[in-house]
């Protein structure tokens, strides 16, 4: 049976359409990526599935469970961590993990969830002395109190720095090898890609791409890019692969990348330019990405 | 985890919450401290004239001041302790979990209502020490009053969470709505019953808190057996009515802007 379903969603705030028809399935065990720009839905999409919103239309089930009736029992099978980090200042880190322990029926030892995060030196320290990136490694612990079956992530690393984001990856990725479901937004393409075994692309609330990172990346296949500075006073008109100019550099997509650089490098020999910096790339997901969620 | 374990658990964790923080620590629990040494030294040789009797200003003060502390652990505490977590986005996380919200709700009140209780015993024996206040002649009518009274003003200040915006106006908002009512309803000083002041003070639940604690302290043994029924219906009106609107309107999360 699949963690997650949702077949149809859709959900207005007055004349804005926040989803409209969003479908997919989320497999036990898997990492999922729900990835979209700011506005594309991430959010209003996971507060459905926690039981904070109620839809306006479509199908969702959750463990099996619709969330607007699943109550209790639904709860002590999730985890959450909510965009916004939550933690009570005055406790210590090992009171508020004691606190939520008596929520549930089978929680974690606090000792055990305490290391998993890594916050082990700060185990009596109050909340409030804790760094930030600290304090959203407890609010991921308080997530793992009640060792659910599936755990929502909600933009867990923004605002991190490049080192604490890495620490946050590696948190998730043994939230991963302990056998949870994890559905994880983020608005960062390499987060998708280092921790995601599927990704969802949402744009203005509608699916514009689903798979693997290796499948969506196929979306390239046959495609490479070329970049060059265009030199001062070059003579476009004449080259004959079209390229679009951006800030002073040149860039075109080709099929056929042997005859594409022929003509360019006869081009510029013709014109006695040295092309220095030129690129061959294949396009990143990033760019995929970028082209997907591109405003019209 | 039974029902009685899990709110006991919440009253644990609301308790911390209080005492470590040094705002609701301080309005709630040091102020109250704080106006009963200062008013009872100051006019501890003077009395005033109550219902045609003459008893001594302490005698007045004591009672109504318990009320006053009542009023803050409760209905100020609260209402600020609610609206600072709100926006903060505890609630709303702590309405994630599997804890149901009345169990959340036992446990706020339950704390407030402990907090009261501790203010209630000092002040009474600090009165009684200090500054040679009578004993409560009515110990059951006091512990009933503390009790409906406590449950009232925390139901009125989970009411009054639904018209507070953000956790900055939460106090001025409290305060603004609590502390006319607590100079009109005769705190301090007493107020003149034939005044407008003071009519307009009986239609609201201030005034007969202190009516009641003063009925059930009784220095000058004219309360009957300190029971004020009708002080307690009034109030349980205003305790229903808050505790309606929180139902009915109680917010978990922040108001979207």
Redesign the interface.
């Known amino acids: 049976m699949q963690a997650i379903v949702v077949r149809g969603l859709r959900k207005s705030y007055g004349s804005t359409h926040a989803l409209a028809d969003v479908s997919f399935e989320v497999q036990p065990g898997e990492v999922f990526g729900l990835l979209g720009p700011n506005g594309a839905g991430k959010t209003t999409a996971v507060e459905i599935l926690e039981g904070f919103r109620r839809r306006d239309a479509g199908e969702v089930s959750v463990l099996g469970v619709d969330p607007e009736r699943g109550g209790r029992h639904l709860r002590q099978r999730i985890g959450l961590v909510l965009q916004e980090c939550a933690v009570p200042p005055l406790l210590t880190v090992t009171e508020l993990i004691d606190l939520y322990r008596g929520y549930y029926p089978a929680p974690r030892p606090t000792a055990d969830i305490i290391e998993l995060v890594g916050l082990g030196e700060k185990s009596t320290a109050r909340i409030k002395t804790l760094s930030g990136g600290q304090q959203r490694r407890l609010d991921v612990a308080l997530s793992l109190v009640g060792d659910p079956e599936l755990i929502f992530l909600d933009e867990p690393t923004t605002g991190f720095d490049p080192s604490a984001r890495r620490q946050a990856w590696d948190l998730v990725r043994n939230m991963r090898s302990l056998g949870k479901t994890i559905l994880l937004t983020t608005h960062y393409m390499d987060e998708a890609q280092q921790l995601a075994d599927r990704i969802c692309i949402l744009r203005h609330g509608v699916v514009v791409a689903e798979g693997t990172p290796q499948s969506l990346r196929a979306a390239t296949d046959g495609r490479t890019r070329v970049r060059f500075t265009l030199p001062a006073g070059a003579d476009l008109a004449a080259l004959a692969p079209p390229v679009t100019v951006e800030d002073g550099v040149a860039w075109l997509e080709t099929t056929t990348p042997a005859q594409t650089l022929h003509d360019l490098t006869a081009w510029a020999l013709a014109r006695d330019l040295d092309l220095a910096d030129i690129e061959v790339t294949r396009p990143s997901l990033e760019d995929v990405y970028l082209e997907l969620t591109a405003h019209e | ?1 039974s029902d009685a374990a ?1 709110v006991a ?1 919440q009253v644990g ?1 609301e308790q ?2 209080f005492w ?2 040094p705002a609701s620590a301080f309005f709630a629990f040091a102020l109250p401290m704080v106006f009963l040494v200062v008013f009872a030294s100051i006019f501890r040789n003077t009395d005033v004239e109550v219902a045609g009797h003459r008893v001594a200003y302490n005698d007045y003060y004591i009672p109504a001041l318990i009320a006053f502390g009542v009023m803050g652990a409760c209905f100020t505490n609260i209402a600020v302790s609610v609206a600072v ?1 709100r926006d ?3 609630l ?2 702590m ?6 919200a009345w169990a959340f709700i036992a446990g706020l009140v339950g704390s407030s209502v402990v907090v009261s209780a501790v203010l209630t015993g000092l002040t009474t024996l600090f009165g009684i020490v200090a500054f040679g206040v009578h004993a409560p002649a009515h110990v059951p009518a006091l512990l009933a009053t503390l009790a409906i009274g406590s449950v009232v003003f925390c139901a009125l200040g989970l009411g009054v969470t639904v018209v507070i915006p953000n956790a900055e106006a939460a106090a001025p908002i409290v305060q603004l709505l609590l502390l006319p009512l607590v100079f009109i309803s005769g705190t301090f000083f007493t107020i003149d019953q034939g005044s407008l002041p003071a009519k307009i003070a009986t239609y609201f639940p201030v005034r007969h808190l202190i009516a009641a604690m003063q009925s059930a302290f009784d220095p000058a043994g004219v309360a009957g057996d300190g029971w004020s029924t009708n002080d307690y219906k009034v109030m349980a009106i205003w305790g229903l009515a808050g505790l309606i609107v929180a139902i009915r309107h109680f917010r978990w ?1 922040p108001r979207h802007t």
């Open positions: 985890m899990m658990h964790y911390r919450s470590r923080n977590r903060s986005g505890i709303k996380r309405r994630g979990t599997p804890l149901p999360e």
